[in-house]
């Protein structure tokens, strides 16, 4: 038996899932909206999505919720110089329903 990307992030949706479209579709309306806080930063060379999910959650397994905030459909389609939104509270990204 293989471990997965989602193995270890705590549950969200009741516990019914981890990322999806229909969570993704909401991070990305609250961020746009604008009742999801975040901080925007332009990636680097060689900056990726899971690195950074680490550094502002202390965990890469949330790069997903980076990506869902920025409209990115799945992390290396992020090249140098693409507009992230980290949203900044983690909590309020895992009691979304």
């Given at each position: 038996m293989s471990i997965g990307r989602y193995t270890?992030?705590?549950p969200i949706n009741k516990?019914?899932?981890?990322?999806n479209p229909r969570i993704s579709n909401k991070i990305y309306l609250g961020v746009?909206?604008?009742?999801?806080?975040?901080k925007a930063q332009?990636?680097?060379?060689?900056?990726r999505?899971?690195?950074?999910s680490?550094?502002?959650?202390?965990?890469?397994?949330?790069?997903?919720?980076?990506?869902?905030?920025?409209?990115?459909g799945w992390?290396?389609?992020?090249p140098p110089g693409t507009i992230i939104r980290v949203p900044s509270n983690l909590g309020?990204?895992?009691?979304?329903r």
């Open positions: 270890f992030a705590a516990g019914e899932g981890k990322a746009m909206q604008g009742t999801i806080p975040f332009k990636l680097k060379r060689g900056q999505l899971d690195n950074i680490a550094e502002f959650y202390g965990s890469s397994i949330y790069w997903w919720v980076i990506a869902a905030a920025s409209g990115i992390g290396l389609q992020s309020q990204i895992l009691a979304i």
